[in-house]
């Protein structure tokens, strides 16, 4: 059972350049979210989807799009990078029934320059 | 807006010792509290669930505590040893049928446990 995995691991992007990050996850959880992680700033949420076909923004949802075509994949876009995106990007999904906790992914560490 | 706070931020201790990780909220309209553990460079392994409607849980030499009236929980840790050095975050999961399961997530305490 191999939980939430994300791909790739490790990326550096040029300014300007697009890329996808990809999540799946084969507990056949309901909601999936994209967070990211940056010193002094905690996680913060960007996008969730709470089932397939749906979207919607988190908190800092600026400068990413994200779909949900299949309930096992939640996949992040950005289609213009800059170095404020620079970050660790994580993914984590969950059953809508409160009894459960988060599965998080090991993170996608990117660097724009 | 729901608020984590996470003190204390940083704590080393000698190996041996018993601790504990404060935790507090500032909204106690919420399903559960997670804590987890994260490695440098590494992901979030969840380590405790409790839900609204309990008062502890407990895996092993962890056990961790939570008073949703007054907004707080704590970790407490057994026994400290090396291997516990990590960073610990607790998260909270909003109540409410727009909360979508959101978690809100404190800032985290980096634990050493030297030799």
């Known amino acids: 059972n191999a939980g939430v995995t994300q791909t790739p691991k490790f990326r550096v992007l040029k300014t300007g350049q697009s890329m996808t990050l990809l999540c799946a996850q084969d507990m056949n959880h309901e909601y999936m979210y994209w967070y990211r992680q940056d010193p002094g700033m905690g996680l913060r949420l960007i996008h969730y989807s709470v089932g397939e076909g749906t979207t919607a923004k988190g908190e800092v949802p600026d400068g990413y799009n994200v779909s949900r075509l299949k309930k096992q994949n939640f996949l992040l876009g950005l289609e213009s990078a800059a170095p404020s995106q620079t970050s660790v990007y994580f993914c984590?999904?969950?059953?809508?029934?409160?009894?459960?906790?988060?599965?998080f992914g090991s993170g996608t560490r990117l660097t724009v320059v | 807006k729901q608020e984590v706070t996470q003190i204390p931020a940083a704590l080393s201790v000698p190996e041996g010792e018993n601790l504990v990780l404060n935790c507090s909220f500032t909204?106690?309209?919420?399903?559960?509290l997670q804590w987890f553990r994260q490695d440098p460079g590494k992901g979030l392994t969840s380590l405790l669930l409790i839900q609204s409607s309990q008062r502890e849980q407990t895996s092993g030499r962890l056990n961790a505590s939570l008073d949703k009236s007054s907004g707080r929980s704590t970790l407490y840790i057994a026994a400290s040893q090396p291997g516990d050095s990590a960073t610990y975050l607790c998260?909270?999961?909003?109540?409410?049928?727009?909360?979508?399961?959101?978690?809100?997530f404190g800032q985290g305490t980096i634990l050493t446990v030297h030799p």
């Open positions: 909204d106690s309209a919420i399903y559960n």
């Open positions: 984590a999904s969950t059953p809508p029934d409160r009894a459960y906790g988060y599965t």
């Open positions: 998260a909270v999961r909003r109540a409410g049928g727009t909360s979508y399961g959101k978690l809100t």
